[in-house]
């Protein structure tokens, strides 16, 4: 007897199959909305390609509400991504609360895809900052420092030239002297927006090499203090009389597309924008020096990472491995440069992008930045000792709640709303509370 097979069942059946063969793994990617993680997000079509059973899928946003929103999910074990974009003050916390995977338990674990990524050609300034106890928990999309950009073409055009390695005093003298509202010139600009990681990462460089720090080594709060003063007045000026309006709603960003558009002179800040400057229409007009000193000639350049790594409640973590190796490799590193150029490629993450002859050329500030990142020194960056390492951040888990804080208050004395000493007063207090209810004395 032959059996019959209706059609609509022999659909299903093929649906049924094809849709086995074709079954996707989503990797849910949260990431800051800087123009490196831009690229990485539009070239990711590349790796799903060429890995058809994952679908990528993202969430960008700023760089304050990324950090809020990835530390309530990591600590709360929501498990809301597979992959998150974390810095170097975040990376080495998270790991010792084991809220993120180890990155060499993973390439033991999987080491198909971790074939042929070359962690030797990481830069040490850069990974060593992402380990414990020797283990590396999260891996670097870019690394960088900071430093002087600066429009040489106004500059010159007014009579005046950058030191190669200018102080804030000299900075601020040529800064004031191009200024130029009335034309669309503003001398400098620089971060204003709250955020620890906004506004006093650029003000902690100065009040460091003002002679300031955010704690002692006991943990004792030294924020109202004279080198505090100086260094927030000297800020506070500085952007009110030389820099754009609106000072308390610039970010990174926001100081990229005015420097872009030669609407800012002076721009001290990370040294990955280099590269976007560098395509810019002011591109050919870029010029570039160390990060201004004061009185005190450390503490003046910042060291940071925007890195990739996977919390443990991920359910994809294989797949999210995967495309970690991918957007962090030699291979990436090449497939920017051909779709973007060498220029925009992501900076101070691997040795061999330092040695090839296209990047030295295309990125005349090559040199300068790797200089940056090898000099800045995280264990020895205040006057007197700190509590715990870091340069423009103090790496204890308090830190983020109090530099948040103390960012808001800060925003307002730049703003003018209150006066630096009634700023200071009332950041001390807040920083002096937390630390005690932490028990540091």
């Known amino acids: 007897m032959t059996r019959r097979i209706f059609l609509p069942t022999l659909v299903f059946a093929l649906t049924l199959a094809l849709g086995f063969a074709f079954a996707q793994t989503t990797v849910t990617i949260a990431t800051v909305n800087n123009p490196d993680m831009q690229i990485m997000q539009e070239l990711s079509s590349v790796f799903e390609e060429q890995n058809p059973d994952i679908n990528v899928e993202w969430l960008v946003l700023d760089e304050a509400t990324l950090r809020s929103r990835l530390t309530t999910d990591i600590a709360t074990g929501s498990g809301s991504f597979d992959i998150v974009t974390v810095g170097a003050y ?12 180890s990155i060499d338990g993973l390439a033991e674990q999987y080491p198909d895809a971790a074939a042929g990524y070359d962690f030797d050609d990481l830069l040490p300034a ?72 906004d506004n006093m990462g650029p003000i902690t460089t100065v009040v460091n090499t003002f002679g300031g720090q955010w704690f002692d080594a006991e943990g004792v709060p030294q924020i109202d203090t004279p080198e505090w003063h ?11 009389e030389c820099g754009p309006p609106g000072v308390t709603g610039i970010s990174f960003p926001e100081g990229l597309n005015l420097m872009s558009q030669g609407q800012a002179a002076i721009w001290v800040d990370a040294t990955v924008a280099a590269g976007c400057l ?24 910042w060291l940071w990472s925007w890195n990739l790594a ?34 925009q490629v992501p900076p101070g993450t691997r ?46 888990p308090e830190f983020q709640g109090i530099g948040a804080q103390v960012g808001q208050i800060v925003a307002e004395a730049l703003s003018g709303d209150i006066t630096v000493d009634r700023a200071l007063e009332r950041a001390q ?3 002096a509370d937390a630390m005690q209810d932490a028990g540091y004395y």
């Open 278 to 301: 560098a395509n810019s229409p002011v591109g050919d007009d870029m010029g570039h020096a160390l990060a201004p000193v004061g009185p005190v000639p450390k503490g003046n350049q």
């Open 90 to 101: 975040e990376t080495p916390l998270w790991g010792q609360n084991e809220w993120i995977e």
């Open 310 to 343: 996977i919390p443990t409640t991920s359910d994809a973590i294989e797949e999210a491995f995967r495309f970690m190796m991918w957007a962090t490799s030699k291979d990436y590193i090449e497939l920017v440069a051909q779709e973007e150029s060498w220029a």
């Open 351 to 396: 040795i061999s992008t330092y040695e090839r002859e296209e990047y030295q050329e295309a990125a005349p500030f090559a040199d300068l930045v790797l200089q940056a990142i090898q000099n800045a020194d995280p264990t020895d960056a205040t006057a007197e000792p700190q509590v715990a390492p870091g340069i423009q951040f103090v790496q204890i």
């Open 230 to 240: 100086e260094a927030l007045t000297f800020y506070s000026e500085l952007v009110q």
């Open 429 to 431: 207090r807040i920083a």
């Open 126 to 197: 850069i990974a060593d900052g992402l380990r414990v106890d020797g283990e590396l928990f999260a891996v670097p999309f870019y690394g960088e420092s900071s430093f002087t950009m600066y429009n040489e073409a106004m500059l010159t055009e007014a009579g005046l030239t950058m030191p190669e390695q200018p102080t804030w005093e000299e900075v601020r003298d040529i800064a004031c002297e191009v200024h130029d509202p009335a034309n669309g010139v503003n001398g400098i600009v620089m971060r204003g927006k709250p955020g620890w990681g």
